[in-house]
């Protein structure tokens, strides 16, 4: 592969990385239905995501020393995984409980098992769910937005009082 064509590769690969890795970000969409919500991601962040590993791919391909192929080959990897995460992501909170679904499987806590809600600092803000078993369902901030955070907190607060068998500690 000549000169030109190698850097025409990777410029046009860090282009396509750099423009899937953008169309890839921002908060998910909450969707407040009859009988609650769904927070989820539109269909064009994981696309985005594919299309970055397409981009690094293409640069793992022109790249002239096997070092930085390895790289680029694990960044297309990450996001194709970036990808899948985006696309299966989902919280529903309705009547009957909270749900979260993820690249690590699901969780749902029956309102009836909530035994309290907690709000952390850290990570930009987090707010937990716990059930009596130990389980939980995290929402952080920096995933949900800022403005779908300060929407959904105070709705979910209001479903966690009633539903547990004693009052929950909200903390901030």
């Known amino acids: 592969m000549s000169n030109?064509?190698?850097i025409a590769l990777l410029v046009l690969g860090a282009?396509?990385?750099?423009?899937g890795a953008y169309a890839s970000q921002g908060p998910p969409r909450l969707t407040l239905l009859n009988a609650g919500l769904s927070v989820q991601h539109p269909?064009?962040?994981p696309a985005g995501a594919v299309i970055a590993a397409a981009g690094a791919t293409l640069l793992a391909a022109a790249s002239p020393r096997r070092w930085s192929r390895l790289i680029f080959h694990a960044l297309a990897g990450l996001s194709v995984l970036?990808?899948?995460?985006?696309?299966?992501?989902r919280v529903d909170?309705?009547?009957s409980g909270l749900a979260s679904h993820g690249l690590l499987g699901r969780?749902?806590?029956?309102?009836g098992e909530v035994a309290d809600m907690q709000e952390h600092a850290c990570h930009g803000g987090l707010l937990e769910v716990r059930a009596r078993d130990g389980r939980r369902?995290?929402?952080r901030r920096q995933q949900l937005g800022a403005a779908a955070y300060a929407e959904l907190r105070p709705w979910l607060g209001a479903?966690?009082?009633?539903a547990a068998a004693h009052t929950p500690v909200v903390r901030a």
């Open 82 to 89: 970036v990808a899948i995460h985006l696309a299966l992501y």
């Open 15 to 19: 282009a396509i990385f750099v423009a």
């Open 137 to 139: 369902v995290q929402l």
């Open 159 to 162: 479903l966690v009082r009633p």
């Open 4 to 6: 030109r064509v190698r």
């Open 43 to 45: 269909w064009r962040h």
């Open 107 to 111: 969780t749902r806590i029956a309102w």
């Open 93 to 95: 909170a309705d009547q």
